[in-house]
Every structure is written in structure tokens, then in C-alpha cells.
């Protein structure tokens, strides 16, 4: 049974910083990525990370705050995130199984998502 275990979320205030991890426990994947989805609005993808070919892409609204790594050994994923902004706020999700990095509909697994609430 397939598995992902999200935790880091949280309220920050503006200019802060939060970081989230995603645990896949038994589970190594080639892909994985974090993705921001909205009440009303699509799945945005955030950030992904792959082994093979050492891949790693953001989307253009994070880029240089954000940072995405993993620890294959610890089969986690992390999502480092600073200088947030109001327009960060969304529910978190991480996912596992894709093929292609950015792309939510090439991924097979989620989590169930993390709350980042940033106030100003």
C-alpha cells in the first residue's frame, strides 16, 4: 500500500519561512513533486525532483524561494520555502509516480494535502 505522509504546514506570517516533507514509507520513486491547488482553481504545479537525470524544475512563481531536495535513503521529500507571500496560501500536496515533473495528471500518488496559511 502505497503511502504519503505530509507534515510542515502551517501559519507563517509574510516574509517567513516553512518546510514541508513528504514521507513515502517501503516506496522509492523516480519523481516526486509538490503541488498548490486553490477552492475553484486547477492544480498548480510547485516543484519536482527526479532521480534519474537528475531533474529538478519550479515553477517560474517560486523560483528562488522555493527549493526542492530528497533523501532517497530516507525515501522523504522535502519543499523548502521562503520569503512567503499571501499568494502562497494554498493546500499543499505532495505526489509521487509521475513521469514527467510539473505536469499533475502524470502523477499516480497523493498525499492528502497540507495546509500553508501566510498572512501579512
Known amino acids: 500500500q502505497v503511502r504519503l505522509v505530509e507534515s510542515g504546514g502551517g501559519s507563517v506570517q509574510a516574509g517567513g519561512s516553512l518546510r514541508l516533507s513528504c514521507a513515502t514509507p517501503?516506496?522509492?520513486?523516480?519523481?516526486m513533486g509538490w503541488f498548490r491547488q486553490a477552492p475553484g482553481k486547477e492544480r498548480e504545479g510547485v516543484a519536482a525532483?527526479?532521480?534519474?537525470?537528475?531533474?529538478?524544475d519550479y515553477a517560474n512563481s517560486v523560483k528562488g524561494r522555493f527549493t526542492i531536495s530528497r533523501d532517497n535513503a530516507k525515501n522523504t521529500v522535502y519543499l523548502q520555502m521562503n520569503s512567503l507571500k499571501p499568494e502562497d496560501t494554498d493546500m499543499y500536496y505532495c505526489?509521487?509516480?509521475?513521469?514527467?515533473?510539473?505536469?499533475?495528471?502524470?502523477?499516480?500518488?497523493w498525499g492528502q494535502g497540507t495546509q500553508v496559511t501566510v498572512f501579512s
Open positions: 505526489a509521487a509516480g509521475g513521469r514527467r515533473t510539473l505536469d499533475p495528471s502524470e502523477y499516480n500518488y
Open positions: 517501503g516506496y522509492n520513486f523516480n519523481c
Open positions: 525532483i527526479c532521480t534519474r537525470g537528475g531533474l529538478i
